[in-house]
Every structure is written in structure tokens, then in C-alpha cells.
């Protein structure tokens, strides 16, 4: 009787020919590009292959762009594996693009991520992203529950309140905070998609009627 199940494998095989010369083994399946047989510490490893597979440049801008309190050049260097005179270069250069700013600190010039550039990437990158409208009204049911069930408008409202709150509620106020920040940033991308989008029909009707208009 022949065997209508799916086949586990493949239908046909590799010949000797095809084969490989030798079998498969870990180094062939490694992910690393460099050997990892040099290093003894797996923070070693991941720094030389970072180094392996990016530029100083690429290294710095990573670091800078997760930098919420300020760091030395020399701080910065550290962990982007570059010499603090690159560092320094290539963090004056994100300052100018407006990708970094500097600060004066006791210490001498302190560098962190632009932090208004970095709150307009992600209102730009959640105003083009799928299912925006779902994720604000999924927020706003969220804040609506918490409202109900502590019977307050904030969560500023319960923490004043005389009530006592042990651990469950107070890790409720966190969400609540957390999801009224969240509704802020949604809110701000929205409007910022329905801009673009009339932006974009404003300038279609344009060109409709710029091809509709007679030649003299």
C-alpha cells in the first residue's frame, strides 16, 4: 500500500558527488567571523566581533544613540572599542548632525544622545507603523479600566487619596503611568500621520489639477 503521509525528508538525495568533502562541524556552523578560539571572556568575543563587523564610526553612533546621562568621550570610547581621539572626532561630528549633544560637566565635556531628535525618530517611526489607531484606543481602554477600578481620573489621584495601597496597586499606578506616557507618545504620532496624510492628497490634488489645466 503506498504511503500518503507527508515525507519527513527530502525526496531525493545528494549523490557522493554532490556531497560535501567532509562532514559538517561546529566551526563550520559558527556564527562568529572571528576565532573564537582567542578569547577566554564571552565579553572579549562579542567586542572583537563587534569591531569585526563595524566601523569606529558605526560603533559611536550605536553608543551615543543609548546614552541618556552623559558620558566622557573617554567613557564612550570604552565601550565603543575606538580610541578616545576617534571618540572625540566622531562625537563632535554627531553634535554638528544634531545626533548628540554636549554638556559641560566638573569633569570636563560630557556627550549624550540629542534627546529631542531622539523623541522625533520615534514619533516618526510609530506615525509609520501598522495598526496605530488599534494601539491608541488599546491604550486608552487600558487608562478606562484603571480609572474604574480606582474610581479616579490619574494615578496621581489614588497615590493623594487616603486609601491604602499595598503592592498590587502600586504596581497598577505604575502602569497607569506608563500607558498615559504611552498615550501621549501614540497620540502625537497620530497627528502626526493624519498631517502626512493630508499633506499627501493635498499635494495628488495638485497635480491632478496641474494635469487637468488647459496649455495655452
Known amino acids: 500500500m503506498p504511503n500518503d503521509s507527508p515525507s519527513d525528508g527530502p525526496d531525493v538525495f545528494p549523490d557522493s558527488a554532490e556531497a560535501p568533502e567532509r562532514p559538517l562541524d561546529a566551526e563550520d556552523l559558527s556564527p562568529f567571523t572571528v576565532d573564537t578560539d582567542e578569547y577566554d571572556e564571552i565579553n572579549d568575543l562579542a567586542t572583537a566581533e563587534w569591531k ?5 564610526d558605526e560603533r559611536i553612533r550605536a553608543v551615543i544613540s543609548r546614552t541618556v546621562m552623559p558620558k566622557t568621550a573617554s567613557e564612550i570610547a570604552d565601550i565603543a572599542a575606538v580610541s578616545e581621539s576617534k571618540a572625540r572626532s566622531a562625537l563632535k561630528s554627531l553634535v554638528d548632525e544634531g545626533v548628540a549633544e554636549a554638556t559641560q560637566t566638573t569633569s570636563g565635556t560630557a556627550y549624550r544622545r540629542d ?10 517611526q510609530l506615525a509609520t507603523s501598522e495598526g496605530l489607531l488599534e494601539q491608541l484606543q ?17 494615578p496621581e489621584d ?13 504596581t497598577d499606578i505604575s502602569h497607569w503611568r506608563t500607558a498615559e506616557r504611552d498615550l501621549d ?4 504620532a497620530y497627528r502626526i500621520q493624519q498631517a502626512k496624510e493630508r499633506v499627501h492628497e493635498t499635494d495628488d490634488q ?8 488647459p496649455t495655452q
Request: charged share 35%.
Open 185 to 188: 507618545y501614540l497620540r502625537a
Open 206 to 213: 495638485v497635480g491632478t489639477e496641474s494635469g487637468r489645466r
Open 158 to 170: 489614588v497615590l493623594l487619596s487616603d486609601c491604602r495601597l499595598g503592592d498590587d496597586e502600586l
Open 115 to 124: 534627546s529631542d531628535r531622539y523623541l522625533i525618530e520615534q514619533l516618526h
Open 52 to 56: 569585526a563587523t563595524t566601523t569606529a
Open 138 to 154: 488599546a491604550v486608552k481602554a487600558e487608562i478606562g479600566e484603571y480609572q474604574d477600578r480606582y474610581e479616579a481620573d490619574a
